[in-house]
């Protein structure tokens, strides 16, 4: 029996109770009726999978507002020219590099979300960063990070070894906490590393052996559990993995990781969320427009998740791939052809479920009263809004107050990037 | 009386072996035992090897002495290291330029400078290692770890990566076993905490400095290059709530906001003038305070000396930290006892480190037999036990250090000031146990305490006497005999044999 078919019949046991009894109902009835109703065609489950671009992405650049004149007085060598921009809505346009997600915004699976942030105004990376992945803006102690909250808390896919990966070596603050999650470096090598198979194998059985003789505490169970995942892994035979369609992924990192973690989609091992970092967005000096150094990170972000979208073909229904980054960069380009720190940025969400073709959240302007600190972009959208509401409405998640502590989310400040039923 | 009080314990429960009790201590109180170690801390008696392990000044340590002088940081002081960075920075921004001028998009990176600095950062990391597995005053070595995670900073913010040396070696281990409010002013007091917890930003909402050119200077390295223009709270939040009174100290925000005016001002030097503490008398808010039922007049530096005098004697001061240190050296969800002995050692001595640790190492529930072998080992832990036990050479290269990262505990890369978790919760899960296993069968390759021998209960018998002090259990013993009935090899056979006991559950527990 394959693991999505299991947690299949349970969900739909765990709805049998939920009609019932179920003390969540209320919350659920709140914030799980937008959720779109399981299919009985493709018991996929839903996928949320989470780019963080550290180093701040400049969203100005990213998703240009080419109807704004104040975008190009600001930024005389650095301004991508209107005739350059991949036109979205005749305000807004995709910075050229990322061309190849055109056509996803022409079918209605990439939204765009503009002027969002961090209610704290800290310019500092690593703060920034910090409040982001702890989901607690503007408080340091939080010992967990937002996504690790949300599976504590919504445990009902708690079966799996898989659930929340991060793509790395080590794991990221958004997932460190008290919920198993995984940190897998390549996908190829987890388990036991010893080259022969046969060795390998034996080990295997050895240390599983042990640790089944250690009685049931956590260690036991995280051996089973760690087995487990090895097993199915095995199984699903990473090494034997060719894209689907034809999809070609750049190279790099960026591509290597979305391709692991579309394997891993396709594996149905019980992947929830799947994290992954991008890097080298920190542009203060020769950011360049059209070309140059941020468009040769972009048309790598572009052509990695063109090449994810179609590589997953008709399971991206069910999948949301959002980008994030702690702050965006100062409207006007700074001495050196770069920008330095600002406030809000734009973030890309993309997949079946989103409610595409739309640039989200409430555009401040860029004349000097309507910025922030006289400099940035202002946060018209709180980040949580929008993970929330990713969480709520995509994953299910029926109690946000518990994974945004000090946060009363409400379903009237989302923004409707996510599809109703 | 510690004796006697060992003595009458002992008559309570079942005793355990002078052995078994001496392999307990190692568990907590150093990093683990090396060969045949349990037994020589044995004949000399727990209790009297306890006594000189809190008395490390008397401890001679000359293998440690030597293998510090490989370590080049220990040459740079806080300036030097300061302006290490500075050049390195400047030299990164200048390969951008030039590479973005030859229209070349690829970025720079990990050349020159910034990969020497790097370098020197991860000499950080080796050297904590090497101090570990090596010294021989290990309780001090314990409480330094423990410390520099009780009053966490992150290597990585800014001009941290440049102040954490100068952190560890002057603030931190000096006071490792001292008193608890010297290390506590030291520690405010240290530019790596002030630049962390962005004290050193912290000004009197209205306040200005006095000269045109010292106001366009950043501080310290921090990308905002926007003067500072009012109080910020976060230090005086983590000190409340982490470094003294407890997340349940009874505290408000509004006495948070009270005690980050107290502390307005205190701040630091640039980095070409040393980066060091500095008082700026201008930054500092002259108004009355009123916090914890005190009232602070204008009283400058001195405000904020008198505040962590009064912090560091406070009950939920002495409860908080005591029962930090009952989880790290009794038990995860350690038990009122150790705790209250801590308490009212700290209360007599007033703050006496040596006197807080010997109360908790002579109160019954550090050797009730719920808290022996109860605790799992950090991967930190895990890794210097296991190179200990192994009599592997912890040397100047980065793979120990990347050993205990890839295990999850990246020293001092922890960003929340919280630290790293002292509970096996935080550290045990399916991945973290195969990262585990993995380490154990790389370390089982370099194994040098175990001889290769042909017969293979032997073998297993020598594992069991240098790993585990004789604490294998009989399962353990059977799965590693059965894996080794077909191999004839007696160099692959201990490579098997260890590594399986390295990874296997016995070892990961203290």
Same mark, same amino acid.
């Given at each position: 029996m394959t693991i999505s078919r299991r947690i299949f019949v349970k969900n739909s046991g765990l709805a049998l109770v939920s009609l019932g009894m179920d003390p969540l109902f209320l919350a659920r009835a709140v914030f799980g009726s937008y959720r779109p109703l399981p299919s009985h065609t493709v018991p996929y489950r839903p996928v949320l999978v989470c780019l963080f671009q550290r180093g701040a992405v400049d969203g100005l650049n990213m998703i240009v507002p080419h109807g704004e004149p104040a975008y190009y007085q600001e930024r005389p060598r650095i301004a991508v020219p209107a005739k350059d921009v991949v036109d979205l809505d005749g305000h807004f346009g995709l910075h050229p590099s990322l061309a190849p997600l055109k056509a996803l915004w022409d079918n209605k699976s990439l939204a765009a979300i503009h002027a969002i942030g961090s209610p704290d105004g800290t310019r500092s990376h690593f703060d920034a960063q910090d409040y982001m992945e702890s989901g607690t803006p503007g408080v340091k102690s939080t010992g967990d990070g937002w996504v690790n909250r949300y599976c504590q808390h919504d445990r009902e896919h708690a079966d799996t070894p898989f659930r929340a990966v991060a793509f790395g070596p080590q794991l990221p603050r958004i997932l460190a906490g008290t919920a198993p999650s995984l940190a897998i470096d390549d996908l190829q090598a987890f388990g036991l590393r010893v080259p022969q198979e046969g060795a390998r194998d034996r080990l295997t059985r050895a240390f599983e052996e042990l640790y089944d003789g250690a009685g049931t505490g956590l260690l036991a169970s995280s051996s089973r559990e760690g087995f487990e995942a090895v097993r199915m892994l095995k199984r699903a035979d990473p090494t034997q993995y060719r894209p689907a369609d034809g999809a070609d992924y750049p190279p790099g990192r960026l591509g290597k990781t979305l391709l692991q973690i579309a394997q891993l989609i396709k594996a149905d091992v019980g992947l929830e969320i799947a994290f992954a970092d991008c890097s080298g967005w920190d542009t203060h000096v020769n950011q360049g427009s059209s070309d140059g150094q941020l468009a040769a990170r972009l048309r790598e972000l572009g052509l990695a998740l063109a090449a994810f979208n179609r590589d997953l073909g008709d399971r991206m229904r069910n999948v949301v791939v959002l980008t994030m980054s702690e702050f965006g960069r100062t409207i006007r380009e700074n001495g050196n052809s770069g920008t330095d720190h600002g406030h809000a940025t734009a973030m890309l969400a993309l997949g079946g479920p989103?409610?595409? #073709?739309?640039? %989200?959240? $409430?555009?401040? +302007?860029?004349?000097?009263?309507?910025?922030?600190?006289?400099?940035?972009?202002?946060?018209?959208?709180?980040?949580?809004?929008?993970? #929330?509401?990713? %969480?709520? $409405?995509?994953? +299910?998640?029926?109690?946000?107050?518990?994974?945004?502590?000090g946060y009363t989310p409400s379903p009237a400040r989302f923004l409707g990037g996510i599809r109703g039923t | 009386m510690h004796l006697i009080l060992w003595v009458a314990l002992a008559a309570q429960v079942p005793a355990p072996t002078a052995r078994d009790s001496a392999f307990h201590a190692l568990n907590r109180l150093a990093y683990g035992a090396r060969p045949a170690e349990a037994d020589s801390v044995a004949r000399v008696g727990v209790m009297r090897w306890i006594e000189r392990q809190l008395d490390p000044d008397h401890v001679p340590d000359p293998r440690l002495g030597e293998r510090e002088r490989q370590f080049k940081i220990l040459d740079y002081d806080r300036a030097d290291l300061a302006g290490r960075?500075?050049?390195?920075?400047?030299?990164?921004?200048r390969m951008q330029r030039e590479a973005a001028a030859a229209g070349d998009t690829l970025r720079p990176r990990g050349a020159g400078p910034m990969r020497e600095f790097?370098?020197?950062?991860?000499?950080?990391?080796?050297?904590?290692?090497?101090?570990?597995?090596?010294?021989?005053?290990?309780?001090?070595?314990?409480?330094?770890?423990?410390?520099?995670?009780?009053?966490?900073?992150?290597v990585g913010k800014g001009a941290d990566r440049f102040l954490l040396p100068s952190y560890i070696e002057e603030t931190i281990r000096?006071?490792?076993?001292?008193?608890?409010?010297?290390?506590?002013?030291?520690?405010?007091?240290?530019?790596?905490?002030l630049f962390y917890l962005d004290n050193a930003q912290s000004v009197a909402p209205g306040s200005s400095p006095p000269f045109r050119a010292f106001r366009e200077r950043a501080t310290a390295g921090q990308a905002v290059r926007s003067r500072p223009t009012g109080i910020n709270e976060n230090y005086a939040r983590e000190l409340l709530e982490l470094h003294t009174l407890g997340v349940d100290g009874g505290y408000t925000q509004q006495d948070i906001i009270e005690v980050a005016r107290i502390f307005t001002g205190w701040s630091i030097e640039p980095p070409e003038r040393g980066a060091g503490f500095v008082f700026r008398d201008w930054a500092h808010d002259r108004g009355a305070k009123h916090v914890f039922g005190l009232t602070f007049h204008d009283d400058g530096r001195d405000e904020g000396i008198a505040l962590l005098k009064f912090l560091a004697n406070q009950h939920a001061t002495m409860h908080h930290v005591s029962a930090k240190l009952c989880a790290r050296f009794v038990a995860d969800d350690p038990p009122d006892g150790c705790i209250d002995a801590a308490v009212a050692a700290w209360q007599k001595t007033h703050g006496d480190i040596r006197a807080v640790l010997r109360a908790i190492f002579t109160s019954p529930d550090f050797w009730s037999a719920q808290a022996i072998r109860s605790k799992v080992k950090t991967p930190f832990e895990f890794v210097v036990s296991a190179v200990r036990a192994t009599g592997v050479e912890p040397d100047d290269t980065p793979r120990l250090a990347q050993l205990v990262a890839r295990l999850g505990e990246p020293l001092y890369q922890q960003p929340a000031p919280t630290g790293y978790a002292e509970t096996e919760a935080r550290w045990v899960n399916s991945g973290a146990l195969l990262a585990r296993m993995n380490a154990a069968l790389a370390l089982a390759k370099e194994c040098s305490s175990i001889p290769a021998i042909d017969d293979h209960a032997q073998l297993v018998a020598a594992i069991d006497e240098k790993l585990l002090a004789g604490t294998m259990s009989a399962h353990t013993k059977s799965v590693i005999l059965e894996q080794l009935a077909d191999i004839t090899d007696s160099v692959q056979a201990r490579a098997l044999a260890v590594g399986l006991a390295l990874g296997g559950p016995d070892f990961q527990r203290q």
């Open positions: 989103v409610n595409g #073709g739309r640039v %989200l959240g $409430r555009w401040p +302007g860029l004349s000097l009263e309507q910025r922030f600190e006289g400099r940035d972009v202002a946060v018209t959208t709180d980040f949580r809004d929008l993970f #929330g509401e990713i %969480l709520s $409405r995509h994953l +299910g998640a029926t109690d946000l107050g518990t994974v945004f502590p | 960075y500075r050049d390195a920075i400047r030299e990164r921004q790097r370098e020197l950062g991860g000499e950080l990391q080796q050297l904590a290692i090497v101090r570990a597995a090596v010294s021989e005053r290990q309780l001090h070595e314990v409480m330094v770890d423990f410390w520099t995670n009780h009053f966490n900073v992150f000096p006071r490792a076993l001292g008193n608890f409010q010297d290390l506590l002013i030291a520690t405010a007091q240290s530019p790596a905490m």
